[in-house]
């Protein structure tokens, strides 16, 4: 039974910044790629990066420049450095692995920007 697990949520002031990790637990192979998404309060989850199989990025226009996405494809864990957070960037933020068969959620992290 594959399992993610997101870690390194919590409260920042706006300016910023947050390390967020998300690691798989069980066997898990062919990884195409890894993402992470973010729901805010009373919105719908959305697309925050992704980082391919081959190492392509990218990024939703509202953290371009902010937000980097990376991984360590040996130990199946991705990251996302989140740098001058804003208010806006407030939300639960999900991990999402996808195989060629199979796609993986974590259970999320919050993440809380005051202003």
């Known amino acids: 039974q594959v399992q993610l697990a997101e870690s390194g949520g919590g409260l920042v002031q706006a300016g910023g910044s947050l390390r967020l990790s998300c690691a798989a637990s069980?066997?898990?192979?062919?990884?195409?790629?890894m993402a992470w998404y973010r729901q805010a309060p009373g919105k719908q989850r959305e697309w925050v990066a992704s980082i391919t199989r081959g190492g392509t990025v990218n990024y939703a226009d509202s953290v371009k420049g902010r937000f980097t996405i990376s991984r360590d494809s040996a130990k199946n864990v991705v990251y996302l450095q989140m740098n001058d957070l804003k208010p806006e960037d407030t939300g639960v933020y999900y991990c999402?692995?996808?195989?060629?068969?199979?796609?993986?959620w974590g259970q999320g992290t919050q993440v809380t920007v005051s202003s």
């Open positions: 999402r692995f996808l195989t060629g068969l199979n796609t993986y």
């Open positions: 069980g066997s898990i192979f062919s990884i195409n790629a």
